[in-house]
C-alpha cells in the first residue's frame, strides 16, 4: 500500500462525492477522475472487501456508515447520500431508512 494510498483511506469522509472518489480511486489504483458518479463501483473492481475496510475505517472515524446500504448502492453518489444522512454534523437521524434517495 502506497503512503498516497493509505493517508487518502484514512481521512475522515465529510460525505462529499470528491473525496469519496478519491478514497475508491486509490483502492481500484485509479485517477479519481476516471469515476463518475452513477458508475457501479463493483462493475469497476471494487470488491465487497474492499467496501468492508472503507466502512470500518469511517466507522472508527466517527461516521457511523452501514455496509449494507453501501453494497445496495455501490455508486460515489449513493454513497455520498448515505454519508450526509448518518454524519454525526449532519444534524439528521442517520439510519437505514433516510439512507436511499
Do not use: C, Y
Amino acid at each position: 500500500m502506497t503512503a498516497e494510498r493509505h493517508t487518502t483511506m484514512d481521512q475522515k469522509p465529510t460525505g462529499t462525492a470528491d473525496e469519496i472518489r478519491s478514497a475508491v480511486a486509490a483502492l481500484l489504483d485509479t485517477d479519481p477522475g476516471a469515476i463518475a458518479g452513477d458508475d457501479n463501483l463493483a462493475l469497476l473492481g471494487l470488491g465487497s472487501l474492499d467496501v468492508m475496510r472503507l466502512s470500518s475505517r469511517w466507522r472508527r472515524a466517527g461516521v457511523p456508515v452501514e455496509f449494507e446500504v453501501l453494497v445496495a448502492d455501490p455508486t460515489i453518489d449513493g454513497w455520498a447520500r448515505h454519508l450526509d444522512t448518518v454524519r454525526p454534523d449532519s444534524g439528521e437521524s442517520g439510519g437505514s431508512d433516510g439512507a436511499t434517495a
